[in-house]
T-cell receptor, first 114, second 111 residues
Framework: DAGITQSPRYKITETGRQVTLMCHQT?????MFWYRQDLGHGLRLIYY???????DKGEVPDGYVVSRSKTENFPLTLESATRSQTSVYFC?????????????FGPGTRLTVL | KQEVTQIPAALSVPEGENLVLNCSFT??????LQWFRQDPGKGLTSLLL?????REQTSGRLNASLDKSSGRSTLYIAASQPGDSATYLC??????????FGKGTRLHILP
């Protein structure tokens, strides 16, 4: 299906485990973003990528790792999950620095760390 | 450091009224500003995108304005409907591609 998808949609894990959240887009957008959304904090940027093999830190990158070997995929890994990483995670993409650089969001992944 | 503020945090208005949502940002050096709506438990839906060189954008009953010099944007919703009830978020895109969101305004349209 066309668009931006995230998997899994829901995940429960334990403290210290490694977790990978997947994001896939079919538009060949150059930019991709990972956010977390928490009550009281709103949406905060974790990492973003301007193109394959180019990634940059956002506002709250600690405890997260990203990679982008292919344009369409942008996985987010929590190397050793902590309870403070319980959140809803959103992936987004945009076409780049042009008049068509609107951001489009995936449906989100609700992650619970016990 | 860029900060984005949305006031009020929550708003209730009777159906049919016109309303304005506010978004302010501290640094005028933005690339663009985007308005979204978010329904409970859902992702974000893009409403309008305003480039830094533009003053406003319109889509149906929605009109968004941008005044970079004063660090403000407004989202005007005409003839509000119960289906407009949602949280509305604004986000500014900076020159280094970072994007900063406001915390949103939770809108409730009373039937």
């Amino acid at each position: 299906d066309a668009g931006i998808t995230q998997s899994p949609r829901y995940k429960i894990t334990e403290t210290g485990r490694q977790v990978t959240l997947m994001c896939h887009q079919t538009w060949s957008h150059s930019y991709m973003f990972w956010y977390r959304q928490d009550l009281g904090h709103g949406l905060r940027l974790i990492y973003y990528s301007a193109a394959a093999d180019i990634t940059d830190k956002g506002e709250v990158p600690d405890g997260y790792v990203v990679s982008r070997s292919k344009t369409e995929n942008f996985p987010l890994t929590l190397e050793s999950a902590t309870r403070s990483q319980t959140s809803v995670y959103f992936c987004a993409s945009s076409s780049g620095q042009s008049s068509y650089n609107e951001q489009f969001f995936g449906p989100g992944t609700r992650l619970t760390v016990l | 450091k860029q900060e984005v503020t949305q006031i009020p945090a929550a708003l209730s208005v009777p159906e049919g009224e016109n309303l304005v949502l506010n978004c302010s940002f501290t640094d005028s050096a933005i690339y663009n500003l985007q308005w979204f709506r978010q329904d409970p438990g859902k992702g974000l839906t893009s409403l309008l995108l305003i480039q830094s060189s533009q003053r406003e954008q319109t889509s149906g009953r929605l009109n968004a304005s941008l005044d970079k010099s004063s660090g403000r944007s407004t989202l005007y919703i005409a003839a509000s409907q119960p289906g407009d009830s949602a949280t509305y978020l604004c986000a500014v895109r900076l020159g280094d591609d970072k994007i900063i969101f406001g915390k949103g305004t939770r809108l409730h349209i009373l039937p």
